[in-house]
Antibody, heavy 120, light 107 residues
Framework: EVQLVESGGGLVQPGGSLRLSCAAS????????MAWVRQAPGKGLEWVSV????????HYADSVKGRFTISRDNSKNTLSLQMDSLRAEDTAVYYC?????????????WGQGTLVTVSS | EIVLTQSPATLSLSPGERATLSCRAS??????LAWYQQKPGQSPRLLIY???NRATDIPARFSGSGSGTDFTLTISSLDPEDFAVYYC?????????FGGGTKVEIK
């Protein structure tokens, strides 16, 4: 069974930085598009960023463009999200998600999420 | 940005009843639409992709239909484990977008 385990969340002050990681296992990581999706407390799902299987193509939501950077290390089966200039509105559970094989921008497996709280 | 509008916001039904959830797109997404289920405290789970294809291990009581701008998720007979929030998502254009969700609650 596919496993995605996020880490790196926590409490950070506005303007601060945080780096999230997602450890992937039980599938060939380098074959799949990966994404970050977030969910503010009590709210719906919001797509954050996507990276292609080889890292060559990246897309971001306008709300995070210029502040967040998605990356991957296929040799270590790890997805990352560097988050800079954090704002209160970035407070959310951040999910790592795997692209489906036949529909790469739909997501067939999700991690358990890591909570990021931006507050002074 | 393609806006997905889900209706109703809340659906109150009893186990065994049929549930019909709607997702309307602000412009055509062809059939590039997925449905997810999320239970409290859990991660989302892919139910349907390509508007009508069930994902792996999804029971046959879940079905999806539609194309273009109007889509439907149908649960033919609600099981107690189906009470949850359901989201649609389009992958036609950037940014990827989700609908606001429909909560299916026990009546």
């Amino acid at each position: 069974e596919v496993q995605l385990v996020e880490s790196g969340g926590g409490l950070v002050q506005p303007g601060g930085s945080l780096r999230l990681s997602c450890a992937a296992s039980k599938f060939t990581f380098s074959d799949y598009t990966m994404a970050w999706v977030r969910q503010a407390p009590g709210k719906g799902l919001e797509w954050v960023s996507v990276i292609s299987n080889n890292g060559g193509i990246r897309h971001y939501a306008d709300s995070v463009k210029g502040r967040f950077t998605i990356s991957r290390d296929n040799s270590k089966n790890t997805l990352s999200l560097q988050m800079d200039s954090l704002r209160a509105e970035d407070t959310a559970v951040y999910y790592c998600a795997k692209g489906a094989i036949t529909a790469t921008r739909h997501f067939d497996y999700w991690g358990q999420g890591t909570l990021v709280t931006v507050s002074s | 940005e393609i806006v997905l509008t889900q209706s109703p916001a809340t659906l109150s039904l009893s186990p065994g009843e049929r549930a019909t959830l709607s997702c309307r797109a602000s412009q055509s997404v062809d059939n590039y639409l997925a449905w997810y289920q999320q239970k409290p405290g859990q991660s989302p789970r892919l139910l349907i992709y390509g508007a009508s294809n069930r994902a792996t291990d999804i029971p046959a009581r879940f079905s999806g239909s539609g194309s273009g701008t109007d889509f439907t998720l149908t649960i033919s007979s609600l099981d107690p484990e189906d009470f949850a929030v359901y989201y649609c998502q389009q992958r036609t254009d950037w940014p990827l977008t989700f609908g606001g969700g429909t909560k299916v609650e026990i009546k």
